[in-house]
């Protein structure tokens, strides 16, 4: 029988002399639980390094990866570094299929939204005349980045510090 989370949590004790110490349980190396644990807590609460900082020098130049099972791009833009969950906010297809390049249009594969490269919508094919539409509600969804040293991060927790 499977042990529930808060029993696979409290099998280990952190707070354990160092004579007394062992390493964490097998559950936690192996339980879906666990790794959804830590995607939010570790990897979606804290500062990840995404790529170099010289891969990002011109306006345009862009990288693409995943943190927490979230597809992100980051991208110079004119005025700063800009990073954005890579999906389209039309049907949820990755906006930017490359690993890395310039671009100054962001363009969906899928239906062909268009976003510039600060995440606002430009372009929305064969969608004309939506009632209700805003197309300044509708930008790639922002992600924190920053630059540090020569490398870029990127935290997916809006309130991070």
Known sequence: MDSSLPEILAAYDERAPLDHAY??????????RIAKLESKNVFG????????????????????TE???EPLVIVRADDQLRAFYNV???????????ECGTANIFRCPY???SYGLDGSLKGTPEFDGV???????????????????????????????
């Open 67 to 69: 943190l927490a099972g």
């Open 111 to 113: 239906h062909g939204w």
């Open 131 to 161: 009632c209700g539409f805003d197309r300044a509600k509708n930008g790639l969804l922002p992600v924190r980045a920053e630059v540090w040293e020569q490398f870029v991060l990127v935290n997916l927790d809006p309130k991070a510090v």
């Open 23 to 32: 390493t964490i349980p097998a559950p936690w190396y192996v339980d879906e």
């Open 45 to 64: 609460q804290t500062w990840h390094v995404v790529a170099r900082a010289d891969q990002l020098t011109q306006p345009g130049d862009f990288v693409t």
């Open 88 to 98: 389209c906010r039309h049907h949820a297809a990755a906006v930017v299929t490359k």
